[in-house]
């Protein structure tokens, strides 16, 4: 029993001694960083007026911070602009469809009637019929046909001989047909259309066409009955 009693003895002096030095340490250190002055503060300076890097940062550390984000940019661009030059063609492609179903889409609400939900409205369909398909009117008191524009770019072979390119269509809506129950549309002769418009219906026709792609005269100047067509828009029939 008295050799237990003599080993927690000892045990418990050297935690004690430990205790005591670390206690010692911390009141030193604790003495000395009391001790030590602060820095007088320095000038209140501007952070715009403050002097520059000197020399040596400049060229080196400053210097090589630089080039390494240079050399990062150039990495970047030399992957990105042929990436966009790869897609370019694909982008303009989509874009180009996109503004021609939008253009179509608002030729379809120039053509319909024109109401409060559709102020775009020309009502070309009162003589055309619904969906362009062709109608009657009445002109000089008489009933008329009027043509199926669904077919138009089929040229003669469809019944529309006076029709052998797409700028003979445009000059028809812009123009009118002097004699006839067609009058002009374009504000460039005695119409209310602007040129978009203009434009729209066009876009809006040739997508409702029903004439084979190897007899558009529209769009496939190899058609039979096909003319040069220099212009699409209604600016390329004044004068």
Known sequence: MSVLLGQVSAGRAVLIGVAA?????????AFLTARRRRPAPGPDI???MRPGPSDADLEKPVLERLLAWGGVFIVFMAIWVPTVFLFE????????????????????LITMAGTEENPMGFNCERCHGPGLGGGQNVYNGNIVQVPNLRTV?????????????????????AEGRTGTDMPSWSVRFAGAMHDQQINDVIDY???IQEVPEEQ????????????A?????????EG
């Open 21 to 29: 030095g670390i206690l010692v340490v911390v009141v030193a250190l």
């Open 205 to 207: 026709i040739l997508s």
């Open 229 to 237: 067509s220099p212009s699409a828009s209604p600016g390329g029939t």
């Open 46 to 48: 501007p952070p715009g």
């Open 89 to 108: 063609p694909r982008t303009n492609r989509d874009d180009t469809v996109e503004m021609l179903e939008r253009s179509a889409a608002r030729g379809k």
């Open 153 to 173: 770019c089929g040229g003669e072979a469809t019944g529309h001989p006076q029709i052998t390119s797409l700028d003979d269509l445009v000059r028809v809506i």
């Open 216 to 227: 558009n005269i529209c769009e496939n100047p190899a058609a039979p009955g096909a003319s």
